[in-house]
């Protein structure tokens, strides 16, 4: 993913395209305005669960991200922040499984 910045995603992508091509992998590439991804995962919310983001530049994307992208999912409801002290599993509203063990001492 190369989001605009101070200079635009497709000058970006060109100068790091110009060391190394992006190599194929089969993911969704996404260069544009953060804006543009935001309608993007918001359609996407709809038949998916999750997306990972990749940034190209962390020191680039990742404050974009951060500041103009995370907010926007936040306030549509398709961002949960973590609750401090909660396990991943509670982050993501995952059911606790059940442990094969306690039932084996219920069993017994």
Known sequence: MVL????????????????????????????????????????LAESVDGVRLHP????????VLAERVLPRLAEAGL?????????????LGLPRPTSRFAAAATNA
């Open 4 to 43: 605009d910045a101070e200079d635009s995603a497709t000058d970006r992508l060109a100068d790091l395209n110009s060391a190394t091509d992006w190599p194929e992998s089969g993911r969704l590439r996404r260069v544009g305005s953060p804006e543009a991804l935001v309608e993007l995962l918001r359609k």
């Open 56 to 63: 190209a530049v962390l020191a680039v994307d990742l404050p």
């Open 79 to 91: 961002r949960r922040a973590p609750r401090p002290g909660s396990t991943l599993r509670e982050t």
